[in-house]
């Protein structure tokens, strides 16, 4: 079965410096892989995805992540926090015929 | 133009109600969805619906109908509503399994 974890529900940095959202999936055959990202009182806006291609996957808003198979993980980073990127973001694997989410990590960006 | 468009966007009703709520997308998908994001944030799969076809139809109290009347229009209705209904209600639209759009999202309380 295919699953995700999303290692911290709530990540906070300074402007400027570097973003790390980790997420480890458990999949029964070569995933896809996604990240969305939802401000508040939005819906969600897909990111970036890996469909087994590159595994250094650039998405918007300056915004990458890498598919490593070792290690089962595939973490979102940003070299540089904007205000604006404080929101809640979702991991998702791809199930057989739907989506499986993430439980999400809110990021918070302070001056 | 918005892609996938749900109405209302915000909706207050009284226990044992019916509400509808209504989506359109305009990106000529044949997919539509109806996920449910609870106050936690987690966001699951209610139904999918292939051309009009129901596809996907997770466990959900049959107190929660769709209706498809063509590609383009997914509605929600729900019978019998329960505080425990209360929740964010989102609808999407996808060409391949993998691409999703979401609309704006209804949020739905109950009182």
């Known amino acids: 079965a295919q699953s995700v974890t999303q290692l911290d529900s709530h990540v906070s940095v300074s402007e400027g410096t570097p973003v790390l959202l980790r997420c480890n999936y458990s999949?029964?055959?070569?995933?896809?892989l996604f990240w969305y990202v939802q401000h508040p009182n939005k819906g969600l806006q897909l990111l970036l995805k890996?469909?087994?291609?590159?595994?250094l996957v650039k998405g918007i808003n300056g915004f990458e992540a890498e598919f490593k198979k070792s290690e089962t993980s595939f973490h979102l980073t940003k070299p540089s926090a904007h205000m604006c990127d404080a929101a809640e973001y979702f991991c998702?694997?791809?199930?057989?015929?739907?989506?499986?989410f993430g439980t999400g990590t809110r990021l918070q960006v302070f001056p | 133009d918005t892609a996938v468009s749900q109405t209302p966007k915000y909706l207050v009703t009284q226990m044992g109600n019916d509400k509808s709520i209504k989506c359109e997308q305009n990106?000529?998908?044949?997919?539509m969805y109806w996920y449910k994001q609870d106050s936690k944030k987690f966001l699951k799969i209610m139904f999918s619906?292939?051309?009009?076809?129901?596809?996907i139809n997770e466990t959900v109290p049959n107190r929660f109908s769709p209706k498809s009347p063509d590609k383009a229009h997914l509605n929600l209705h729900i019978n019998s509503l329960e505080l425990g209904d209360s929740a964010v209600y989102f609808c999407?639209?996808?060409?391949?399994?993998?691409?999703?759009?979401f609309g704006e999202g209804s949020w739905l309380t109950v009182v």
């Open positions: 999407a639209s996808s060409q391949d399994p993998y691409t999703i759009y």
């Open positions: 999949s029964s055959y070569s995933p896809s």
């Open positions: 890996y469909t087994s291609a590159a595994t």
């Open positions: 998702v694997v791809s199930g057989p015929d739907k989506l499986i």
């Open positions: 990106l000529g998908h044949d997919t």
């Open positions: 619906y292939n051309n009009k076809e129901l596809i």
